[in-house]
């Protein structure tokens, strides 16, 4: 079966109270919002449609960036989700298979699930399925309306519910599966007459009874899946949320979390067994950590990071695109920018790869060679490499490279005054 996602990221995201980005391109854990909704459906779709309009260039240039395999269709005004979607209507005129549509700020769903949902909706022989799922607090969502014999009737906006309607619990998730030959017209037929004034996708429910289709809710277990984010309280709740479901696979695959409570590790992280991560460390983007290794407490692992076997990592540190090799230890207050460590190679206190030019805006690589041995309080001035089993005194500001076995040293003499205080206390 062919299948398209349309992902719905037009809207203004007024309640995220946010001038400078849209609400789609706010991140979790250095991934965006709609990144999540991308990464979980490129694996099994034939083509991704993600609708933009608010911000629309800064949405494009992201999807352009990141998903090259995805189109961007623009919504100019945004006149509601059931508009967004008919933007999509002169590209598919002649499909004839299945449309996945979702919402770009719902990052908490599972590639799995929504496998099983489109499975579902094919194996019901439905023409359209909603996902709902129950929630103790379904405020904000719109309900699903069953009929008497509990069928699905319509999905009825908080907005626009009666007090009876919002005592209801089961809500729509905002993803659905589509036939597209037997649905598309009802995108020429939605009407504005609710209390926002928008064409609303929900009402596609209510139409696809009326002309008889084969309409079913698929109802999802884990609701925390379909958290939308908002706002920025939902923002954090959603981080949250995910955190402790990554955390929790992490662990259960050997490694040992000592303070979940305050250990944050993004879902693109690999991580080998035996690996131990001490508190208030924050790892995001995409990362690997290999086995038996140190990292922490409140270490800084800010993506493109790629961590061999028996490494420490340690307090305060960062690492950002770089490789460490084996056994190779950057214990404390350190800085690895873009840079390549070697194996058995010691990283002293305080050690910082100036990876950065601010003048020519350009960024450099530090290549440390194997059994490399680098003293405290050392800065290493991008580009710049040393050579195998070269030491660096402390204290060094590494400008060129350093061959060899070499020591490099940049200090300038010890002096020792014999009885200086004496003197100055004595005057
Ligand atoms: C929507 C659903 C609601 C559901 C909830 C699930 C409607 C009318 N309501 O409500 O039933 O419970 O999602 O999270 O569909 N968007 C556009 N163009 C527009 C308007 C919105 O692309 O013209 C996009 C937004 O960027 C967003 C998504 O559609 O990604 C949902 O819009 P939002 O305003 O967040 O809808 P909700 O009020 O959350
Ligand atoms: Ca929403």
Redesign the pocket.
Same mark, same amino acid.
């Given at each position: 079966m062919d299948i398209k996602a349309v992902?719905?990221?037009? *809207?203004? +995201?007024? =309640?995220m109270k946010s001038e400078t980005t849209?609400? /789609?391109l706010h991140e979790i854990m250095g991934k965006t919002l709609l990144g999540y909704v991308l990464d979980n459906v490129k694996n099994f779709v034939s083509e991704e449609f993600v609708? /933009?309009?608010?911000h629309a260039q800064e949405v494009e240039t992201f999807v352009k960036n990141n998903y090259t395999d995805a189109r961007t269709v623009l919504?100019t005004?945004?006149?509601?989700?059931?508009?967004? #979607?008919s933007m999509v209507c002169p590209y598919l005129e002649n499909f004839d298979g299945v449309v996945l549509i979702l919402? +770009?700020?719902?990052p908490l769903i599972k590639e799995e699930t929504l496998k099983e949902f489109v499975n579902f909706h094919l194996a019901q022989n439905s023409d359209l399925t909603v996902m709902s799922t129950i929630f103790d607090n379904p405020a $904000?969502?719109? =309900?699903i309306i069953r009929d008497k014999d509990n069928s699905l009737k319509c999905? #009825? !906006?908080?907005k626009d519910a009666t007090l009876e309607q919002k005592a209801v619990k089961e #809500? $729509?998730? *905002?993803?659905y599966c589509l036939n597209w030959g037997k649905v598309k017209s009802a995108f020429s037929q939605l009407k504005t007459n $609710?209390a926002?004034g !928008?064409?609303?996708?929900?009402?596609i429910i209510a139409w696809g009874k009326e002309q008889k289709l084969n309409v079913n809710a698929y109802i999802l277990q884990d609701s925390n899946e379909?958290?939308?984010? $908002?706002s920025r309280i939902n923002l954090a709740q959603a981080g949250k949320i995910m955190n402790k479901r990554n955390l929790e696979k992490y662990m259960q695959n050997g490694v040992t979390i000592v303070d979940p409570d305050s250990t944050w590790i993004s879902e693109d992280t690999e991580i080998g067994q035996d690996t131990i991560i001490y508190p208030s460390t924050y790892i995001e983007g995409k990362n690997k950590i290999g086995k038996n290794c140190k990292i922490g407490p409140c270490a800084h692992l800010r993506g493109g990071v790629e961590v061999c076997d028996n490494v420490k990592v340690g307090n305060f540190v960062e690492v950002k695109k770089s490789r460490i090799s084996s056994n190779t230890n950057v214990g404390h207050l350190s800085y690895i920018g873009d840079s390549e460590l070697g194996e058995h190679v010691n990283i002293g206190a305080g050690t910082i790869t100036a990876n950065y030019n601010p003048i020519t805006k350009t960024k450099s690589k530090t290549i440390l060679k194997d059994n490399v041995k680098v003293g405290s309080n050392s800065v290493l001035v991008a580009p710049v490499t040393v050579e195998e089993g070269a030491n660096i005194g402390a204290g060094g500001i590494i400008t060129k490279n350093v061959p060899s076995w070499a020591l490099a040293i940049t200090r300038s003499p010890l002096k020792v005054i014999a009885d200086w205080v004496k003197i100055q206390m004595s005057k």
């Open positions: 992902i719905l990221a037009a *809207g203004k +995201g007024t =309640r849209p609400k /789609v609708i /933009v309009g608010h919504q005004p945004q006149l509601g989700t059931g508009h967004a #979607v919402c +770009g700020d719902t $904000n969502y719109g =309900r999905i #009825v !906006e908080e #809500v $729509n998730a *905002g993803i $609710n926002q !928008e064409y609303y996708l929900t009402d379909i958290y939308g984010i $908002n």
